[in-house]
């Protein structure tokens, strides 16, 4: 997905990583039926079949939102996920040849539902195209000031997160590397594209660590209610963040556990 308009290259660089994941969720599972070949259309949703997620194989396809044009998909991309939404219309069009890999869509889920790695790569897809979405906002309504949501950027030793404060957002490293410190002792290292700062959300406290860049960073930023919202609307995939979550606290426990064995030695 491609927004319309000059983007930042932060912007760039997360949007050619966001391409490559839906080929990767649908590995391994068969097409619903054989690759559509479509000529050019004004409306190109009205003459899809419902309940089916397509795969873009080849072609440009405009997007316009309440009959403004917002952004393109390309290869690569990844269409129908917004069926059964109340969300506002999307009408697509196409003015070249375009190829389409047709997929069921509760077949499609499932497939994604079955796996730990799909499931996480799923929510990092949903999570990015929001994440976009609300920097270009942010930029269009905010040009002269830094956004709360969408990205932000931060210099080696700057804070991320603060240990105490409340749990506003959930944020995703695009570029960069981290270290959380908890009571000024370092617990664990924060990597790029790993999401952090959800378990306060989820549990409504304060924050329990500080997250400080260990070099420049920037950072994807989703307000507390998009995230949840996202996760109630996907509970197999909420599941399967806090089970990974619950392996990440269980590797900082054993960590620190060794660092005070260390430390009475």
Known sequence: MYLLGEQPAYADRLISRLQGIPGQ????????????????????????????????????????????????????????????????????????????????????????????????????????????????????????IRPATGFQHFAAGEELIHQGDEADHVFIIIEGHAEAMVDGQKVGDVQKDEIFGAMAVFTREKRSATVVASEPCTVMVIPKDQFLCLMQSNPRIAHSLIESMARRIDLLNKEITQQRLATAV
């Open 25 to 144: 969720l649908l590995q391994g599972l068969e097409p619903s039926g054989p690759t559509l070949q479509l000529q050019r259309s004004t409306d190109l949703g009205a003459g899809l079949p419902a309940q089916q997620l397509f795969l873009i194989e080849s072609g440009l396809l405009h997007a316009a939102v309440d009959e403004r044009p917002l952004f393109y998909l390309q290869e690569g991309d990844l269409i129908g996920l917004r069926q059964d939404t109340d969300l506002p219309t999307c009408r697509y069009f196409n003015d070249e040849p375009l190829s389409l890999i047709p997929y069921s869509r509760a077949a499609a889920l499932e497939h994604i539902a079955a796996d730990r790695e799909r499931q996480e790569l799923f929510i990092r897809y949903l999570v990015g195209h929001t994440a976009l979405l609300s920097d270009a906002v942010a930029r269009i309504k905010q040009p002269d």
